[in-house]
């Protein structure tokens, strides 16, 4: 395609490779940097690429902080000495291999003509290690010294490099709280300290790279903390890289009201606005799951995010993987998007299902359901409701919850409410319990229903399109039977509640609680015999075949043993979300 025709967004940016949220120095998927890989994403029509693949869990020890590759001048490190361990991998050749990585990204980037950015948070801090109260402060100046003199290094070392895009919070990075410890920041609002800092890094930059930008992710602020800082930051060489709404990168929440204010907001001080959004096929929702196609949720996103006034640049947020595009259909709805945005939707399932000769209606219409049962989970819920491929279908028989998530940052304190139903240790009423059995339920059957016309389409398709459409299949099942099992337990635990209300009331139990809760139970259970058959692993669940057989003795005397309200020790794990 020619760059000259793509659409929509003035910049567009992709990272490469995917990362493993939870395992520190793996990739999903590490994506390969050749030359040929780089100029098919220039003639695709991006336009500038990650330099690193910038996660938490620093993917293959991938640098994630400026001090991870420079080291300040002798005189700067003597006077404002590293206070703060390193996160990396230790040694001068762990160093040496981050610090080859970069350099030969550089010159492959610029050689295929595309602009280039490194990621990094600052002021490092080892994430949120050290709480409210991190050494690396921001009305420190030595912190501001530190940093300037590391850009400049920067730039000594790497030169080239087009932009910047920093983290304040996470990233190894965090910030002092007004309410802390810190004798300095201690009483001081944080739009008083971090716009200062801001304009240091831009200002150091600038004067070392006059048409380069340093763009600020303002991660894990509250709205009005943003809109503060906004308003009293330099504009010139600044933007603005923003999720595409308060809580996170969501496929199905593009453009919230304050990414909408926000961009807005922006524009009007003359400052670009990227927005960071999971443009291809495996993102930090679905990890691990990589096959999974649901492309008009993407195209849906990519026009609310164009619309949105303000935003000049679209961000891959997770990792693409370029060598997958001809089978990656979220990646191939993206690449269509930025080069024919005025498509209607049945337009664009045809082009997409095209590849696939007489099975093309069949896997377009998969790929419309896949994207309705996508947006019909309940992924507002909670933060917990992510990465639900980590989820285990044999979830616990205590009473379902919904685990909520909350961090000490302002962002989760305050506006990620908007988004999230759970953020706090509450109790979830029995309608909201409902709300998420009810969603999680529909999803799975739209999902069910486009396993349907997938797997018709499967069985008469042959070579690669029949590989590619059983990978896509095999990762639809386990989502799909994720959700379910979220929603029979909480189901079960649903007429539980209300079956205990009428012992408590005084009145009958009616057979048909009994039957409800039987049926439940037992789907739920050969609902964790199809995982373990998909899962070559033996079909043990012996706590849910107990629970069947004493449902015969009475349903009064099951519910003094089983789905009983039970403390959160993540007996499933961290992402089973109804699992205590």
Known sequence: MDVGMAAGFFDRVAVLGCP???????????????????????????????????????????????????????????????IVDLNCRPG????????????????????????????????YNRHAYYGDTPPNCLLDPCVHDRYEDLIRRFAADFPGVDDLLVYTYDQDAWLCGEFGGCPRCNGVPLHE???????????????????????????????????????????????????????????????????IRTARQAESRGIPVWTDWFLGGVSEETEPFERLAHPLTIWRGLRRIHATRGVTGIKEYYGLLPDRVETDANLRATLLF???????????LERLAAPYGEVAPLVAEAMRLASEGMERYPWDCSWMGRQIGRSRTDHALSAAILRPMLCPTPSWESTRGTVYMRTEPTEAHPWMLEDVQLRCQQAADLWADALD????????????????????????????????????????????????RRIADGFDLPDRLAEELGRALKASRANHTEECAAKGSPDEWEEMDRAIADLACGLASWLDRWLLPAPDERSKGLFSLTSC
């Open 20 to 82: 493993d949220s939870l395992e520190r120095y793996r990739s999903h998927a590490p994506a390969p940097w050749t030359p040929e890989v780089l100029a098919r994403l220039r003639e695709r029509g991006f336009t500038q690429v990650q330099l690193n693949l910038a996660w938490g869990a620093r993917p293959d020890d991938e640098p994630l902080n400026l001090e991870d590759i420079v080291e300040p001048s002798p005189e700067v490190a003597a006077r404002c000495p590293q």
């Open 193 to 259: 300290r971090l716009p200062a800092f801001l304009d240091r890094l831009v200002a150091t930059w600038r004067s070392i790279n006059p048409a380069g930008r340093v763009w600020w992710e303002p991660w894990e602020l509250s709205a009005g903390q943003v809109h503060a800082c906004l308003e009293r930051v330099t504009p010139e060489g600044f933007g603005m890289a923003l999720h595409a709404n308060i809580a996170e990168s969501m496929a199905v929440e593009a453009a919230d009201p304050w990414f």
């Open 92 to 123: 001068h050749e762990a160093r040496a291999i981050r610090r080859d990585l970069i350099a030969t990204r550089l010159d492959m980037a610029t050689s295929a003509g595309l602009k280039t950015l490194f990621h990094f948070g600052a002021p």
């Open 453 to 500: 016309a997938l797997s018709t389409a499967e069985a008469h398709a042959e070579g690669r399109e029949r590989v590619h459409l059983s990978a896509w299949r095999r990762d639809l099942c386990g989502i799909r039977r994720r959700a379910l099992a979220y929603a029979l337990h909480l189901r079960a635990t649903m007429v539980a509640i209300a079956a205990r």
């Open 338 to 348: 930025l080069r024919e945005p005025d498509l209607d939707e049945s337009m664009v």
